[in-house]
C-alpha cells in the first residue's frame, strides 16, 4: 500500500494519513516500525528494487543456449515491469530526485551484481559458441532491455494517446515482449 501511495504522489506528494488509511493502520504504527516517513519510502524502494533483482536469481538458465537465456532475461523482465507499474514510478521519482534515496541503501548496489553476472555469464556462453558477437557488455544488454521495458509502462499514456496503441493490452504485450527478444538476440547475434 505504501508503495501504491509514493507511487501516485511522489514522495513529497505523499502522505503518511494516506498510507496508514490504506494499510488499515495508525500513523503511529508506521512511525513505530519505520521511524519517519524518509524511512518508509527507503524501505519501499529497497523492497521494490529487490523484487526483480529475486526474480533474476531464481532464473535457471544454465542448460539452456544462450539466445533462449537472454530472451528468457528480457521476457522476465518485461514481465516483472508490466506486473508492477508502481516499480517504474519510483524510479522515475528517484531520478528526479538525483538517487538521493537510493543511495541510502547501502546494499542496493550490491542487489545490481547478480543481474549483470547473470548477462555477462549468457554472453560469455555464446560468445564461446559462437552465437554471440563480442563488444557489447553486460551492461549494455540490462541498459536496452531495461529502457525498452520501462518505456512500455512509463509512457504508455500518452503512446497510447498519440497513436492509439495501448501497451497494456494483452496483444500488444504479447507482441511487444516477443519484439524485445528478438531485438536483444538479433542485436548479439554475429554479423554475417
Same mark, same amino acid.
Given at each position: 500500500?505504501?508503495?501504491?501511495? *509514493?507511487?501516485?504522489? %511522489?514522495?513529497?506528494?505523499?502522505?503518511?494519513?494516506?498510507?496508514?488509511?490504506?494499510?488499515?493502520?495508525? #500513523?503511529?504504527?508506521?512511525?513505530?516500525?519505520? &521511524? +519517519?516517513?524518509?524511512?518508509?519510502?527507503?524501505?519501499? /524502494?529497497?523492497?521494490?528494487?529487490?523484487?526483480?533483482?529475486?526474480?533474476?536469481?531464481?532464473?535457471? /538458465?544454465?542448460?539452456?543456449?544462450?539466445?533462449?537465456?537472454?530472451?528468457?532475461?528480457?521476457?522476465?523482465?518485461?514481465?516483472?515491469?508490466?506486473? =508492477?507499474? +508502481? *516499480? !517504474?514510478?519510483?524510479?522515475?521519482?528517484?531520478? !528526479? =530526485?538525483?538517487?538521493? *534515496?537510493? #543511495? #541510502?541503501? %547501502?546494499?542496493?548496489?550490491?542487489?545490481?551484481?547478480?543481474?549483470?553476472? /547473470?548477462?555477462?555469464?549468457?554472453?560469455?556462453? %555464446?560468445?564461446?559458441?559462437? $552465437?554471440?558477437?563480442? %563488444?557489447?557488455?553486460?551492461?549494455?544488454?540490462?541498459?536496452?532491455?531495461?529502457?525498452?521495458?520501462?518505456?512500455?509502462?512509463?509512457?504508455?499514456?500518452?503512446?497510447?494517446? /498519440?497513436?492509439?496503441?495501448?501497451?497494456? $493490452?494483452?496483444?500488444?504485450?504479447? =507482441?511487444?515482449?516477443?519484439?524485445? &527478444?528478438? !531485438?536483444?538476440?538479433?542485436?548479439?547475434?554475429?554479423?554475417?
Amino acid at each position: 500500500m505504501a508503495e501504491e501511495v *509514493f507511487a501516485e504522489a %511522489g514522495y513529497s506528494g505523499a502522505r503518511v494519513d494516506e498510507i496508514a488509511a490504506r494499510m488499515s493502520t495508525t #500513523k503511529r504504527m508506521i512511525y513505530y516500525y519505520f &521511524g +519517519s516517513k524518509e524511512e518508509l519510502y527507503v524501505a519501499v /524502494l529497497e523492497r521494490a528494487y529487490r523484487g526483480i533483482r529475486d526474480a533474476e536469481r531464481a532464473m535457471d /538458465l544454465g542448460d539452456l543456449p544462450p539466445a533462449e537465456a537472454l530472451r528468457r532475461v528480457a521476457e522476465l523482465t518485461f514481465d516483472h515491469h508490466h506486473r =508492477h507499474p +508502481s *516499480f !517504474i514510478r519510483l524510479v522515475a521519482i528517484e531520478n !528526479i =530526485h538525483h538517487a538521493e *534515496f537510493l #543511495k #541510502k541503501i %547501502g546494499t542496493l548496489r550490491e542487489l545490481g551484481t547478480p543481474a549483470a553476472s /547473470l548477462l555477462e555469464e549468457i554472453l560469455e556462453r %555464446g560468445r564461446s559458441d559462437g $552465437s554471440f558477437r563480442g %563488444g557489447v557488455e553486460a551492461l549494455d544488454v540490462h541498459m536496452v532491455i531495461s529502457a525498452f521495458c520501462v518505456f512500455q509502462v512509463a509512457n504508455n499514456h500518452t503512446f497510447s494517446y /498519440l497513436f492509439d496503441y495501448d501497451m497494456r $493490452s494483452k496483444a500488444q504485450r504479447t =507482441h511487444n515482449r516477443q519484439v524485445l &527478444g528478438d !531485438i536483444v538476440v538479433a542485436w548479439l547475434s554475429p554479423v554475417r
